[in-house]
């Protein structure tokens, strides 16, 4: 069940960044076209060559194959992760399911294209989030998800003594 998650978060994350290609002409300097849904909130096309916040997009090309090893090799130890904790973690189990949707999501990109399709822009004035998609926001609740499970098994084990 917790790959069906998985696999559901990659088919959502593919199918919506599709639809941004098709709907939206990329950013550029000087030009970008977006759909403003609220007042801090809006669709827009971003390509992402780096990780996360942009980092390391103007290496030269060498960290598409490195970021996607890196999240090859983060999906497959998240599957062994979540195939040992599925049973007696549930909670962290869904985490985890989370993130390596996102994962795998952004690495289909990353050996795809060569970049992240990201299209979330979250701001207020003129301060931007960094643009995000599907993926990053999966990968992000999980994160989230499973430090919770760590301070709530960090207390209990504290609790248990």
Not at 41 to 65: C, I, K, T, Y
Request: aromatic share 14%.
């Amino acid at each position: 069940m917790h790959y069906l998650l998985s696999f559901t978060i990659v088919v959502v994350d593919q199918i919506s960044k599709q639809l941004m290609e098709r709907l939206l002409d990329l950013c550029v300097p000087g030009h970008c076209q977006s759909i403003v849904l609220l007042p801090v909130f809006e669709l827009a096309l971003v390509h992402n060559e780096g990780a996360a916040f942009s980092f390391l997009s103007e290496a030269g090309g060498w960290q598409r194959w490195f970021l996607a090893l890196v999240s090859l090799i983060a999906s497959v130890f998240i599957c062994f992760w979540i195939f040992q904790a599925r049973k007696k973690d549930i909670y962290l189990s869904w985490a985890l399911a989370l993130i390596l949707g996102g994962a795998v999501g952004n690495l289909v990109d990353r050996v795809g294209w060569g970049y992240v399709i990201d299209f979330f822009i979250v701001h207020y004035q003129h301060y931007y989030f960094p643009a995000f998609n599907v993926a990053d926001a999966a990968i992000s609740v999980g994160a989230v998800m499973v430090l919770i499970d760590m301070f709530a098994n960090t207390k209990s084990r504290t609790d248990e003594h």
